[in-house]
């Protein structure tokens, strides 16, 4: 991890950066806190051209995305376009659909196709797909969890992984340990944090939570990891305040690595 692969997560800001003209003060608020890189989702219905138009004139770069399946499935060409456009490598997918989280023959199903989807991408266009998990992989189904079936039943060469750590945690996994289960096979990663208030877990800035961030940026270190973004679902303040602080952590991280 470098300041320079930070990069901050815009479903965070997703009620920021829903017209031409808040994305643009979005991104411009951003490189003022200290972020190098941005992963695009939850934005609203901008042209891709002012998109990337607006991310370098703040010198932000796209790291990755998120992107519908049904794009994936009725316009991958139109997708890659748009990633070309924006220099971005990372075809990202939030969560499979529904109707592939009910059963193991669903989860089998799903790392098939987006395996499919993945081979594409990367032979005719020379991206790479990547998943994003949430708890609900982590359901079982005769003895393994989603997770494991994307794990072992997709392509390993088409079929990346971005996992998310909050989500993990949450669904009883351990982060780090997954972090080397899918060595090779991540190059972007979701990091948040978990607090307990009241009884109940609710999203945290990265550092003020009770997860072991430290453990978590070693081991995505130690499996190639290539770009660290951070997320946070729901802020309990002004979110560019929740993103300042999980990046002010994550560079005391380092600060703290130069002094050892």
Known sequence: ????????????????????????AAFAKLKEIGYEAVQVSGIGPIDPHRVKELADRSNLTICATH?????????????????????CKYVGLGMAPDRYRTSAEGYRTFAQEASEIGRRLKK???????????????????????????????????FGFELDMYWVQAGGGDPAQWAHKVKGRM??????????????????EVGQGNMNIPAIIDACRATGVEWYVVEQDVCRRDPFESLKMSLDYLHSLLQHEKTL
């Open 187 to 204: 190059q972007v990663v979701h990091l948040k944090d978990m607090e307990i208030v009241d009884g109940q877990p609710v999203f945290a």
């Open 67 to 87: 992107i519908p399946f049904d794009r994936l499935t009725g316009e991958l060409e139109v997708v890659a376009e748009q990633h070309k456009l924006w220099d």
């Open 1 to 24: 991890m470098k300041r320079s692969t930070i990069g901050a997560q815009m479903y965070t800001l997703r009620d920021q950066a829903r017209t031409e003209e808040e994305l643009a």
């Open 124 to 158: 005719e266009y020379g991206l790479q797909f990547v998943y994003h998990n949430h708890q609900l992989e982590f359901e079982k189904f005769d003895g393994r969890t989603g997770m494991d079936i994307l794990l072992e039943e997709s392509d390993p060469d088409a």
